[in-house]
């Protein structure tokens, strides 16, 4: 039974992770992204193995978070203060831009490996390995053994820093920061063709149901949503 991570093996495995290939491209910017992860690390117990994991790692699609629609969570427990600034941020919502990022972990996906060698000579392996595959979503990781998975939390955020600017340059340019009705004007516009198009073709209904959870907007639109299916939409 491993040890519960106490908060220097939490500080030590951030600061002994290296991104030796981060991948290529951004994460996308209207869709979920899988990162297909190789992570080599040294046996902390035994001399000359190293364990060479692998993985994919589902960033999830990401999200625009306004002013207005977090201040109320954020204000309980808050100070007066903080309340000004929350109150200044809804003012201003047109300039604030922020997005939410998530991921999880494809555990069907994993394997793992011990060999008996350098971590060097591992990494050069892997690196050629995972370069000959052409994977712009691969990324190899030198990390620690225990706790592993923080070194992969390590890997996302180095992931996101990456792509934030382009995702936002991308949003912007579908005028997905225009706010209308609490939400973005290109996504209104998208349910309301989804809504239309689905009235006449009822074989679209699963997917405008897919484009209301994915964006967390089910419980907006189930009345209406409901009427459809039932025919009376």
């Given at each position: 039974?491993?040890?519960?991570?106490?908060?220097?093996?939490?500080?030590?495995?951030?600061?002994?992770?290296?991104?030796?290939?981060?991948?290529?491209?951004?994460?996308?910017?209207?869709?979920?992204t899988?990162?297909?992860?190789?992570?080599?690390?040294?046996?902390?117990?035994?001399?000359?193995?190293?364990?060479?994991?692998?993985?994919?790692?589902?960033?999830?699609?990401p999200?625009?978070?306004?002013?207005?629609?977090?201040?109320?969570?954020?204000?309980?427990?808050?100070?007066?203060?903080a309340?000004?600034?929350?109150?200044?941020?809804?003012?201003?919502?047109?300039?604030?831009?922020?997005?939410?990022?998530?991921?999880?972990?494809?555990?069907?996906?994993?394997s793992?490996?011990?060999?008996?060698?350098?971590?060097?000579?591992?990494?050069?392996?892997?690196?050629?390995?995972?370069?000959?595959?052409?994977?712009?979503?691969?990324?190899?990781?030198?990390?620690?053994?225990?706790?592993?998975?923080?070194?992969?939390?390590?890997?996302?955020?180095?992931?996101i820093?990456?792509?934030?600017?382009?995702?936002?340059?991308?949003?912007?340019?579908?005028?997905?920061?225009?706010?209308?009705?609490?939400?973005p004007?290109?996504?209104?516009?998208?349910?309301?063709?989804?809504?239309?198009?689905?009235?006449?073709?009822?074989?679209?209904?699963?997917?405008?149901?897919?484009?209301?959870?994915?964006?967390?907007?089910?419980?907006?639109?189930?009345?209406?949503?409901?009427?459809?299916?039932?025919?009376?939409?």
């Amino acid at each position: 039974m491993s040890k519960k991570p106490t908060q220097f093996d939490f500080w030590f495995a951030v600061n002994n992770t290296e991104i030796v290939v981060p991948p290529k491209r951004h994460l996308e910017t209207f869709g979920n992204t899988i990162i297909n992860y190789h992570m080599v690390s040294e046996l902390m117990d035994s001399i000359g193995k190293v364990r060479v994991r692998e993985g994919r790692m589902q960033a999830l699609r990401p999200q625009i978070i306004t002013p207005s629609s977090y201040s109320t969570l954020m204000l309980e427990g808050f100070g007066e203060q903080a309340q000004q600034y929350l109150e200044w941020l809804k003012k201003h919502e047109d300039t604030v831009r922020i997005l939410r990022y998530g991921y999880t972990l494809k555990q069907e996906a994993f394997s793992e490996q011990v060999l008996t060698d350098t971590t060097e000579a591992v990494l050069e392996r892997v690196k050629t390995e995972v370069a000959a595959k052409k994977d712009p979503f691969a990324a190899v990781i030198k990390g620690v053994d225990d706790p592993w998975d923080v070194c992969l939390v390590r890997l996302f955020w180095t992931v996101i820093q990456n792509s934030a600017q382009a995702n936002i340059r991308e949003l912007h340019e579908r005028r997905m920061f225009e706010i209308q009705d609490g939400l973005p004007a290109a996504l209104r516009d998208e349910i309301e063709k989804g809504f239309q198009a689905a009235a006449k073709d009822p074989s679209l209904i699963k997917a405008l149901g897919k484009l209301l959870q994915d964006n967390n907007l089910f419980e907006r639109y189930q009345d209406r949503f409901f009427n459809l299916v039932q025919g009376r939409g």
